[in-house]
């Protein structure tokens, strides 16, 4: 069982940045394949970003790619999400994701929130006009 906890997020001017993180409670021993989705108001839950754990691979939704950064550290058993120039339709809550999975498993489901077991709480990311 692996427990996802997040912070960060907040509100943010159009063109703005903000950040997330989300902690693992147990270590991932490079075996999982770590996401950020986006859930808006009235809106089903799409994918962001996305990386395995160990390795420096990502992937991105074509939205935010250029503008948002996943990162890792493992030490820390937690990842990240750089938010950058923001713009009024990120405005949404973000979730975590982790699947203990393959890299080929990751690279072909990453974007499916129905592939991913653990979920964290969400936080919330307000951008404003």
């Known amino acids: 069982q692996v427990e996802l906890v997040e912070s960060g997020g907040g509100s943010v001017q159009a063109g703005g940045s903000l950040s997330l993180s989300c902690a693992a409670s147990r270590a991932a021993v490079h075996v999982y394949c770590m996401a950020w989705f986006r859930q808006a108001a009235g809106k089903e839950r799409e994918e962001v970003a996305a990386t395995y754990t160990g390795t420096d691979v990502s992937y991105y939704a074509d939205s935010v790619k250029g503008r948002f950064t996943i990162s890792q550290d493992n030490a820390q058993n937690t990842i990240y999400l750089q938010l950058d120039s923001l713009k009024p339709d990120d405005t949404a809550t973000y979730y975590c994701?982790?699947?203990?999975?393959?890299?080929?498993?990751?690279?072909?489901?990453?974007?499916?929130?129905?592939?991913?077991?653990?979920w964290g709480q969400g936080a919330q990311v307000t951008v404003s006009s």
């Open positions: 994701a982790a699947e203990r999975t393959s890299k080929i498993a990751c690279r072909t489901n990453y974007f499916d929130p129905t592939f991913f077991t653990y």
